[in-house]
């Protein structure tokens, strides 16, 4: 058992190594990533000025337009890494024709499925710090720390909730036959509720009923919720602002703790199970991957 | 005491559903009731047309694929069961060099990844990896981006990474297939020293007849999904349907004397047919078709010689593995 946990482990390592080898060999690549990020946080700063002498109602979101969209670049950032790339990067494999490869050694099924993930997240993930430091430094972004651990604690769990997605979409690839660049699962979750119910720039009360009540099924909204309300100054912990905790007898970021653990626990290993299931009835099809 | 062979089939099956619209599709038998037994250190070929089931089949042995029915054992392993150890213990090397080959890193950085993902100790991994590259000539070449070699070498780096892990069985599925012909032999070259030198068990997928009469101990002869034949070339060329013949030219033989050495050519042993063509001296020739022809050739020329006839020169026209395998192709089995 450790010693499969010690190869599963060293070969993420070399995953990650190779990845971050391949990433790091253009540098025009890492330029433009970082121009990227510092574009992005200013379209965020100006838009804030358009809501700094307005009488628009963040609450119970604080009082920092650039900090509660900053933290909503992160959610959206983790998720692109995570529910979105995972499709594509099995695409890759399937086209480049290495999952044969990759199933011919030691490794577990998810192992390099993991490993070929470590370019989005070598590329997304210090999104995250730059989004936070540049909304910091240049556009006035602030942030409560006192509830660090919590905070953490919520983005451990978007991270595996979104995880969890991102392999159900991926096994699509194998156990539902999509083999172009796109599949239903991330088109419906990223492309259309996240990015319409999530309430990455706004607070999901702004929109009508029944989105807030659609925004309510992603782990997203939760995620958003809780870190708005521990992170962003002047952010209440007691008004209940999304359809579930009104309706549940907890405060607001109990719920949201609640609900995403639940769709943690739900989502991630039914990701697992629909990924190795995929690859199973792969072997079977003889759709495993493609050669010439 | 019988050896029990690494690979061991009976009636291995894989069928794959054919869509021919949205709503109807049809069943391809693509490996068909497979019967075959490998033995350890030999070069197994499997020839076959495209399509005819090789790769499916290979694919099969490596627990890549699940069989449809029959049962098998690879190292030991059932071929339905331990799927995951049959992968863990086989390696393989697909028709394009540029399968698990990446561009962005060199040569050695390639294999450096691919002996931790393999699981090759730590303490082995560079001195296995210089080993390799001075055994398949790559070491001058370490440090070149893969897309600035040549496809031969490619298909060498491609062959190295599959020999990091010191594995019983290699499979290749065409490793020749996109090579011209200098990177193509010497690939060969390199397939039997692999052989020679580690003792690897090698089945290999190829629809070029003289690599596998080259390289094989043994042809498995793949159409429609089965197996037709199975065996040495020399034994596959003994079993066809067709006798091997000689050609002995010789000087002007008067008719009387024609009859009387056919008569007795004809009464040697093993001798199927004998005839005799040309009037003229410069084109008079016998043709003799025999099984096995070595045993008779000899008497053959005594018998001629007896009667006093001049023998210009013999020609012995064994078939080849192209002529065994388009006639058992075409009749559907020569065994």
């Known amino acids: 058992m450790m010693q499969q946990l010690r190869r599963e482990w060293a070969s993420l390592m070399v995953f990650s190594k190779r990845e971050y080898i391949i990433w790091s060999s253009y540098r025009v690549n890492a330029w433009m990533w970082f121009l990227d990020v510092l574009f992005n946080t200013t379209i965020v700063f100006m838009l804030s000025l358009l809501t700094r002498d307005s009488t628009l109602d963040f609450a119970p979101y604080g009082n920092n337009y650039v900090t509660f969209v900053v933290l909503g670049f992160c959610v959206h950032y983790i998720s ?5 790339d995972p499709f594509r990067r099995v695409a890759r494999i399937y086209w480049g024709g290495t999952m044969d490869l990759y199933l011919l050694s030691p490794l577990s099924y998810l192992t ?65 036959n999509f083999k172009q660049n796109t599949e239903p699962v991330r088109f419906l979750l990223q492309d259309v509720i996240v990015a319409l119910a999530a309430g990455i720039y706004y607070p999901i009360t702004v929109l009508p009923e029944s989105l807030q009540i659609l925004g309510g099924f992603i782990p997203h909204t939760y995620a958003l919720d809780a870190l708005r309300r521990l992170i962003v100054p002047g952010g209440d912990f007691t008004t209940k602002a999304l359809p579930l905790q009104h309706w549940l007898p907890f405060a607001p970021i109990t719920t949201d703790i609640v609900a995403l653990t639940a769709m943690t626990l739900v989502v991630l290993p039914l990701g697992v199970w629909m990924y190795v299931s995929g690859i199973e009835k792969a072997r079977r099809k003889g759709t495993l991957t493609r050669w010439q | 005491m019988a050896v029990e062979p690494v690979i061991a089939l009976q009636q291995l099956v894989k069928t794959f559903q054919i869509r021919d619209s949205l709503f109807r599709s049809h069943p391809l038998n693509a490996v068909d009731n497979v019967d075959l037994d490998v033995h350890t250190g030999e070069v197994l070929g499997l020839l076959g047309r495209n399509g005819a089931g090789k790769t499916t089949l290979i694919k099969m042995m490596a627990g890549l694929l699940r069989p449809d029915g029959g049962t098998g054992r690879v190292l030991g392993y059932d071929v339905y069961r331990d799927h995951k150890k049959i992968r863990a213990s086989v390696s393989l090397v697909a028709p394009t060099a540029d399968v698990g080959t990446d561009n962005n890193l060199t040569v050695r950085q390639n294999l450096e990844f691919w002996a931790v993902v393999y699981d090759l100790d730590r303490q082995l991994r560079d001195q296995r990896i210089d080993e390799l590259l001075t055994f398949l000539n790559l070491k001058s070449y370490e440090d070149h981006w893969p897309i600035s070699i040549s496809a031969g070498m490619r298909q060498r780096l491609a062959i190295a990474r599959s020999l990091l892990v010191h594995n019983p069985i290699l499979f290749l599925d065409e490793p020749t297939v996109k090579l011209d012909a200098a990177g193509a032999h010497a690939v060969r070259e390199f397939i039997r020293k692999i052989n020679r030198e580690f003792g690897i068990t090698i089945i290999l997928t190829t629809h070029f007849i003289f690599e596998a009469e080259r390289l094989c101990d043994r042809v498995a002869i793949m159409d429609e999904g089965k197996i037709m034949s199975c065996d040495s070339v020399a034994n596959l060329r003994r079993h066809l349907q067709r006798y091997d013949s000689s050609v002995i030219q010789c000087g002007e033989v008067p008719e009387s004397l024609r009859r009387e050495a056919i008569r007795h050519l004809g009464a040697l042993p093993q001798v199927a047919s004998c005839s005799f063509q040309g009037e003229r001296a410069e084109a008079a020739q016998f043709e003799i078709s025999a099984d096995p022809l070595e045993s008779v050739l000899f008497d053959a020329l005594k018998t001629l010689r007896a009667h006093d006839i001049d023998i ?5 026209n064994q078939p080849s593995l192209e002529d065994i395998f388009l006639d058992t192709v075409n009749s559907k089995g020569a065994s």
């Open chain 2, 312 to 316: 210009h020169a013999v020609d012995t």
């Open chain 1, 112 to 176: 390099p499925f993991m490993g070929i993930m470590f370019r989005s997240v070598i590329d997304d993930y210090p999104r995250v710090i730059l989004s936070l430091l540049f909304g910091g430094i240049f556009f006035g972004a602030a942030y409560s720390v006192n509830q660090l651990p919590l905070g953490l604690l919520f983005l451990a769990l978007i991270l595996l909730s979104t995880l969890g997605i991102g392999m159900i979409s991926a096994s699509s690839f194998y156990l539902l």
């Open chain 1, 80 to 84: 692109w890494t995570n529910l979105g």
